[in-house]
């Protein structure tokens, strides 16, 4: 299909709705966008409603494509590393990578309305309170809320993890399979705020992470000397988001697990009672288009948030069918099956990371055993950066395929793991015992 002059309509204005329409104005297409919201421009609120977004490596090579990225890292703060912060007070470092790397906090709103603002410079043309609810795949024809119709000649769903478009694929097409599952785990925004000189109460320039084995909460900071907390609680059982039923619960609970983070917000009760509890769980689809219509983003691939690449697969998604399209002259919707099985797969093996990370943020990070893996694995690396790529920096700091990327974490995993046995390597990171060991070598050779 040659875009020029074509009618592409995008259902949902989301992230990689707002994205997908700012490159595909390159083509000359009449480009529209549907969004069931308000507009969320004129809406000065989003309290408890999203997790901030870490923007890494994926995002930003999208966004540097159709010459936006600075915009973006402009609203955005750098993350060098997380900081682990233990019941009795202690803290423990633990760096992305190497010294200059860092990956970006964001709030989800402020990127959404920038994109927005981004590509409306471009022509496109935003609905708001325009509420899909069905669409004709056959025909490429959109049903409304309002009984009213469109025709188009490209449909994208980009309409998040509960998408309508998806939805009516599904019902459609009988060999359109969709797997939808949830996780025990749900999630609740908090807040601390800025000091009253403006500044932060913690450090900056980290992620910071408050494992505690079955349940975790994260901080992530803001330009306005704030941070966005998030608590991931089971949403049932003995201590759950269903367990704490009142301030005194409340404040029971994080006098206990998080008593420095009680300190630091003065209406904790009050916020925790005023933010919903969100679930969290993925959609795995067995294809993304049929006929003139595709999924992108959430739609086809919604994530947990525990690798924060739900939105940079996103933005990923929407880089690599750009080059598609351009390679190809066009959208050959014939062959364009091929490119979305293999991002099938890349997607797929994403959310797997995102579903192992939760493990290691919430009980791992505390374990001094796999805190000397990550050392002794930097360490390596930086002196083989040919041979050993972290599976943190090969998701995060590099375009590597997820797939790929997944199997070299494996096989890096079990050289590690036997190597760190056969030595007796537990706690202490040092020098000279991986020198007297021969560590070096050791790993050169099962390589």
């Known amino acids: 299909m ?3 002059n074509k009618k592409i309509s995008i259902i949902g204005g989301g992230l990689v709705g707002s994205l997908l329409s700012i490159y595909m104005s390159q083509y000359g297409a009449e480009i529209s966008v549907f969004d069931k919201r308000s507009d969320i421009r004129l809406n000065k609120s989003d309290a408890g409603r999203s997790i901030n977004l870490a923007l890494s490596n994926r995002g930003i090579k999208a966004l540097k494509e159709v010459g ?3 915009k973006i890292m402009s609203i955005s703060m750098p993350m060098y590393k997380r900081i682990m912060h233990g019941r009795n007070g202690d803290l423990t470092e633990q760096p992305y990578g190497k010294k200059d790397q ?8 402020k990127l959404n309305a920038k994109l927005m603002d981004l590509a409306e ?5 935003f609905l708001f309170q325009k509420q899909c609810v069905n669409i004709d795949v056959r025909n490429t024809t959109l049903e409304f809320v309002d009984n009213s119709f469109l025709e188009s000649d490209l449909i994208v769903g980009s309409d998040g993890a509960g998408s309508v478009i998806r939805k009516a694929l599904s019902n459609t097409f009988q060999d359109f399979e969709v797997v939808e599952e949830f996780i025990e785990h749900g999630y609740k925004e908090l ?6 000189d403006g500044l932060h109460k913690l450090s900056k320039d980290a992620l910071h992470i408050w494992p505690r084995d079955s349940f975790m909460l994260i901080a992530l900071p803001n330009l306005d000397g704030t941070f966005t907390c998030t608590l991931f609680f089971p949403i049932k059982g003995q201590l759950s988001f269903a367990s704490l039923v009142n301030k005194l619960d409340v404040d029971a609970f994080f006098s206990k697990e998080f008593n420095d983070v009680q300190k630091m917000i003065p209406n904790l009760s009050d916020q925790y009672f005023k933010n919903p509890v969100s679930p969290l769980g993925l959609v795995r689809c067995n294809t993304w288009q049929k006929n003139n219509t595709f999924l992108i983003g959430d739609a086809c691939h919604a994530t947990v948030p525990f690798y924060g690449q739900g939105m940079n697969a996103g933005f990923e998604d929407c880089y690599l069918l750009h080059n598609y399209i351009v390679k190809n002259n066009g959208l050959n919707m014939e062959n364009v099956h091929n490119f979305f099985n293999q991002r099938i797969i890349d997607t797929s093996a994403m959310q797997d990371l995102s579903i192992s990370n939760f493990l290691e943020m919430r009980k791992k990070t505390t374990s001094k055993s796999f805190l000397l893996q990550k050392q002794i694995e930097s360490w390596f690396s930086e002196k083989y950066p040919d041979k050993w790529n972290p599976l943190y920096s090969m998701v995060t700091f590099s375009d590597i395929p997820y797939s790929v990327a997944l199997k070299r974490g494996k096989t890096q995993n079990d050289i590690m793991q036997k190597v760190m046995k056969k030595n007796k390597l537990v706690e202490n990171f040092s020098h000279q015992e991986l020198n007297d060991k021969d560590i070096e070598k050791q790993i050169l050779k099962l390589l």
Do not use: H, M, T
């Open 2 to 4: 040659y875009l020029k």
């Open 68 to 70: 936006i990225a600075q």
């Open 102 to 109: 860092a990956i970006y906090s964001v709030s989800r709103k």
């Open 191 to 196: 807040s601390i705020p800025a000091n009253n």
């Open 121 to 125: 410079e471009k022509s496109v043309n």
